[in-house]
């Protein structure tokens, strides 16, 4: 699976069998905080929204970001992978939900 990131749009995506997959992400405050996981019902079960939020969050790291979540995909990476040291976001809605 080849990830792309678009820094302009502040996105990492993927396209899978012919749908696109992505993590929409702001950065504020010295974090990156990931807004949106959205994959497809076609294509997921694969672990694609986990290789995303990964791929967002090592780049956060490599670049001296804290990871930060508001989309509630992420937040439960985040705490499934304690390392990562990330927080979650102040706009963040409870299970469920990503900022809009």
């Known amino acids: 699976m080849e990830i ?3 820094e302009n749009r502040r996105r990492f995506w993927v396209t899978v069998d012919g749908y ?4 929409d992400y702001r950065l504020a405050d ?3 905080d990931i807004r ?3 994959v497809p019902k076609e294509i997921g079960g694969r672990g694609i929204a986990s290789a995303l ?3 967002a969050y090592d780049y956060a790291c490599g670049r001296g970001l804290q990871p930060v979540a508001t989309c509630s995909y992420a937040v439960v ?3 499934r992978h304690p390392e990562y040291r990330g927080k979650v ?7 469920g939900t990503c900022a809009l």
């Open 4 to 6: 792309t990131h678009d």
């Open 20 to 23: 696109m997959a992505y993590v």
């Open 30 to 32: 010295g974090g990156l």
């Open 36 to 38: 949106h996981t959205i």
């Open 53 to 55: 939020v990964k791929a």
């Open 77 to 79: 990476w985040l705490q």
């Open 89 to 95: 976001g102040g706009d963040f809605g409870g299970e």
